[in-house]
């Protein structure tokens, strides 16, 4: 008797465990295919953002910038890619986006929205336009941090610190990779100025001596 109730215990042990590896490899497939979904979305958005390239010479007008918002827009919820998007990620999607055609004093950065209403109202487009695509790049950027990809600011000469508050008003912390500033850089190429308005990092503005309290892992 002894011996059957061993052996019943043995087996219902051993279904439980077949069951557990059963579950744990249904849940890593789907993990594997949502990853490969999540990826596929990613490229389209990169595409959609291809007319805000780095290696632009011309700030965004305003036809680009609406142009880029509804591609945007159609990609995040037609296409139902969003779902795809960390919290994080969404932030700064959302307000890359909103930037593109929102009213100069609804610009975030608060700092950016401030530089703004003092310019005359064609500077004013011209720096939203430089803007725009600084603002974009980030966003790729956090896209490859999502898929654990290379990371870096080859593009961008430097990080401006209306930049880094973009960043801070998204809830990302600009304490942490790949946004920490590194004060010790090896020698490279010299790389042109980015910055397509020449207004970039001209205006002061206060960043925090230390990282805040509730700072978000990225």
Known sequence: MTAVMWSQAIGTAFLGVVGVWLAHN???QMRVKLAERQADAYVRLWTITAAASPSRTTPLDVAERRELCAGMDRWYFDEGNGVFMPRLTRNLFVAAQSNLICPNDAVQP??????LAELP???A?????CVSIRHLSL???QLKVDLSLHLGFDHLSRIYPEDRAFLRACGISDWRRPWRRR???APGRVRPDSCLCGACG???IAAPTA????????
Do not use: F, N
């Open 110 to 115: 608060g700092v950016l929205a401030e530089e």
């Open 211 to 218: 990282p805040p309290a509730t700072s978000v892992q990225v």
């Open 26 to 28: 249904i849940r890593r």
């Open 125 to 129: 487009e011209r720096r939203r336009g």
């Open 202 to 204: 001209r205006r002061p």
């Open 139 to 141: 966003l790729r950027t």
């Open 121 to 123: 109202a064609a500077d």
């Open 183 to 185: 004060p010790l850089r």
